[in-house]
């Protein structure tokens, strides 16, 4: 969809939401500067994005489905004010993957704080391109930031990212924890991922796409079968859909936080105690792939740096930056 | 002077606390505590960096962590090293069946990706930063690799 569409489409959006009752189609072509034809058109369309309205003769258009997706105008109104993330938000109904189209529009002079969102994704990659299955009524997007931090402390922006999804469902009721270093777990099964990419100059992080997908709200059959067994959604695991856009404002609010205190030099370290409690990793039996190697032990604590601690024998500890906890003593962790 | 069992009080507090550092200053001198790999820079000797390697001074606390892992001058003026700027897994390719990024012979520019380096599924694609030809790679795809370990040798054009 062209640019100027998807601003028709958000202003459109945003007139039925502020609207007490129905709004004629005189005043919305006033409003957006087209004629009643295109915003009769504009109309048809969001219908086909899954808004119903109710039209009355002589007295307008009056929406009573609104979609929870990712979209700027149903996002925006739970952000803070003073949010420096979800500027602009860019919603499209299908995408490859959030990460790409951040990247590529990285090049554009994409500015900080953009959030590029989907309601699906057709090619979503995990770690090692991994696919990642992104079908509707999850939330897929991508947070960009610019100049974050020093390059030593580069780890600390997704390990935030993944308190900032722990805090902002749990203040939700839904008890999600971390497996070490990102993933999100429901019930010990995975329902979320976090994926970063960065580029440096010299020893800064010149900028940042930090990709979070969330199983939220639908059915466990939409996942391949061969993960079923490992994985949840929202849904399935507390019987309830969350509000998807409200709750992506929730998690763009605690990362903003997260990340100006890391700007500030106050990352990972300063919240260390906080992301240790909600790790569920310690304290079991982990086998950990570190490039070609295999590191089996006991997950004994994450250090302030944010790498793993795992003691592979009585006494014998190693320390793990990079790996993938493959599976450990209680199922799923 | 502090006396040891003081300065022992003063680390446990370091250690309990969020911060990195802790200066103190007193009539007769000071201490400096800090926190793992923030290396108290005075007792860390200057170590020559090669000269490709001119990256912008970073900020005045951040120490180079491990010294001992930067690699031996080169000799040939015309070849560079890239080396790696984090400790992390190196991966030669974007995907584990994909072709690498570069190999032997692969022409590159400044914004070339030669590699990836991930930390804690943070992904960091590294760029040439210089123009040339790669004429050899130094470390093995899936090998954790240190700050400062040589990763390829590029001869420049």
């Not at chain 1, 119903?52 to 003769?57: V, W």
């Not at chain 1, 700007?263 to 992301?275: C, M, T, Y």
């Not at chain 1, 409690?277 to 304290?283: D, K, R, V």
């Not at chain 2, 070849?79 to 012979?105: C, E, N, Q, W």
């Amino acid at each position: 969809m062209a640019q100027d569409d998807t601003r028709v489409r958000d202003q459109l959006i945003e007139a039925f939401l502020l609207a007490d009752g129905p709004v004629s189609g005189e005043e919305l072509s006033h409003r957006l500067g087209l004629s009643r034809t295109a915003v009769w058109k504009h109309i048809k369309a969001l219908e086909q994005l899954g808004f119903a309205f109710e039209a009355s003769p002589r007295v307008g258009y009056r929406a009573v489905r609104i979609p929870d997706e990712l979209m700027a105008p149903l996002v925006r109104p739970h952000l803070p004010p003073d949010c420096l993330l979800g500027s602009p938000i860019l919603w499209a109904e299908s995408r490859a993957s959030t990460n790409e189209t951040a990247l590529e529009l990285a090049q554009k002079g994409l500015p900080h704080g953009a959030v590029v969102t989907a309601g699906e994704q057709t090619g979503g990659r995990g770690r090692r391109d991994r696919a990642w299955a992104s079908p509707r009524g999850g939330m897929w997007f991508t947070v960009f930031v610019r100049n974050p931090c020093a390059l030593r402390h580069a780890p600390d922006l997704t390990l935030l990212a993944a308190l900032a999804v722990c805090r902002a469902l749990r203040a939700d009721g839904v008890p999600v924890e971390i497996k070490w270093p990102n993933d999100i777990l429901l019930g010990g099964r995975k329902t979320g991922g976090i994926l970063a990419q960065i580029r440096a100059e010299g020893e800064m992080v010149d900028h940042a796409v930090i990709g979070i997908g969330l199983n939220a709200n639908f059915a466990l059959e939409e996942l391949p079968e061969e993960i079923r067994d490992r994985a949840t959604t929202i849904l399935h695991a507390t019987g309830r859909p969350i509000d998807r856009p409200k709750a992506l404002a929730h998690i763009l609010a605690e990362l903003d936080r997260l990340y100006r205190d890391l700007r500030d030099g106050r990352g990972f370290q300063a919240v260390h105690a906080e992301w240790i409690a909600l790790c569920s990793t310690i304290g079991h039996e982990v086998e950990v792939a570190v490039g070609d190697e295999r590191v089996r032990g006991m997950a004994r604590s994450v250090e302030p740096d944010g790498s793993l601690v795992i003691e592979t024998s009585p006494g014998v500890t190693r320390t793990v930056v990079s790996g993938e906890v493959l599976f450990s003593d209680r199922e799923h962790i | 002077m502090l006396t040891m069992e003081e300065i022992r009080e003063l680390i446990r507090l370091l250690d309990d606390s969020t911060l990195t550092e802790l200066e103190l200053e007193f009539e007769d001198g000071k201490v400096r505590l800090a926190k793992r790999a923030e290396v108290v820079s005075y007792a860390v000797p200057q170590v020559a960096m090669p000269v490709a390697q001119a990256a912008p001074a970073p900020a005045a606390q951040a120490a180079q962590p491990t010294a001992n892992a930067a690699p031996a001058a080169v000799e040939d003026p015309a070849l560079h090293v890239i080396t790696s700027p984090m400790v992390g897994t190196f991966y030669r390719a974007p995907a584990p069946d994909a072709p690498p990024f570069v190999d032997v012979g692969s022409q590159i520019g400044p914004k070339t990706v030669v590699c990836i380096i991930e930390a804690m599924k943070l992904m960091n694609e590294i760029e040439a930063e210089v123009s040339g030809e790669i004429v050899e790679v130094l470390a093995e795809n899936g090998q954790l690799v240190e700050y400062g370990q040589p990763l390829f040798k590029v001869r420049r054009t």
